[in-house]
């Protein structure tokens, strides 16, 4: 006996929602840089929280770079792939930055190679969601990035106990080293659970579509008509475009920047981090809640 449609759909929203809890960890350098940084300085002098402060911005570009070679490799890789491939890449990559010792290398394999694979992986889910609720891509798009939400309010306080248990001021060096790279290579581990658990569940899903005959195994894109083209050259060429773009960078930029700097910036203000921490927490839940109203009111 087959499943029934709404079953399939729902393992399929539970397989997404794995895989974003994984990469929703994209959020979580700013609980964990100063650790690292500390970390490093023990290697290097010159490093510091603010040499380390191009990982952010790092994983920004190479998760967006991710997301837009993402579909062109779905034309050829199958999407299912494209997952197992994150799934097993992403985690090495951390694992290998644990064992890293220069600011250089440490960049290279986490906010580069690790991020890039991110990227990679954050559409296929919800693609596969939209082939199988053609009407329904709020709903899956609401809970399927919940995940990506709910992942650093989880982790933030995992990564605490693991790698600053006593809450130690680690502005200087940190004095238990092996604490730093152990609590790395545990959160790897962690993400790695996380990312191949999603990807088995999708995997499940996919081989019982093929069982009922029912697959759709393209990246899901919208059919452009040459009125459509017309119609987005005229808005590229309005002024309320740019004013919508500007917008946004504005907005979103001290949002970044608080996120990659809070805890550096409370060290520096007096602030205890107990209370900069709450501050992240409380802005992961509202993210995870937004989500989760979009993915009711669909």
Not at 161 to 179: E, S, Y
Request: glycine share 8%; hydrophobic share 45%.
């Amino acid at each position: 006996m087959q499943p029934s449609h709404n079953i399939l759909g729902a393992i399929l929203l539970g397989g997404g929602f794995c895989v974003h809890l994984a990469l929703g960890t994209f959020y979580l350098w700013g609980n964990i840089s100063l650790y690292l940084a500390s970390y490093l300085k023990q290697f290097d002098d010159n490093v510091t929280s603010s040499s380390l402060a191009v990982v952010f911005p790092f994983c920004g570009l190479l998760i967006n770079i991710g997301l837009a070679i993402g579909p062109n490799l779905a034309r050829h890789i199958p999407q299912l792939t494209l997952v197992w491939i994150s799934a097993i890449a992403f985690p090495i990559t951390i694992l290998i930055s644990s064992f890293c010792t220069t600011q250089f290398f440490f960049i290279l394999f986490y906010s580069i190679f690790g991020a890039l694979f991110l990227g990679i992986a954050y559409l296929p889910p919800i693609s596969m969601g939209w082939n199988h609720f053609p009407n329904r891509r709020g709903m899956v798009s609401g809970i399927i990035l919940a995940g990506f939400g709910v992942s650093p309010f989880l982790f933030n306080f995992v990564s605490k106990l693991l790698i600053n248990p006593n809450d130690i001021q680690a502005n200087v060096v940190h004095p238990d080293p092996d604490g730093v790279t152990f609590g790395l290579r545990v959160l790897a581990l962690c993400w790695a659970i996380c990312f191949i658990l999603g990807a088995a569940i999708l995997t499940i899903y996919r081989k019982t579509q093929q069982r009922s005959g029912n697959l759709a195994e393209t990246f899901t894109q919208s059919t452009t008509t040459e009125q459509d083209k017309e119609e987005v050259s005229a808005g590229f060429k309005s002024k309320e475009i740019y004013l919508l773009f500007f917008s946004f960078i504005f907005c979103v930029a001290p949002y970044f920047f608080f996120m990659a700097n809070y805890k550096n910036y409370g060290l520096k203000i007096g602030h205890p981090l107990l209370v900069m921490e709450f501050s992240e927490h409380y802005g992961h839940l509202s993210s995870t809640t937004s989500h989760i109203k979009e993915s009711l009111f669909q």
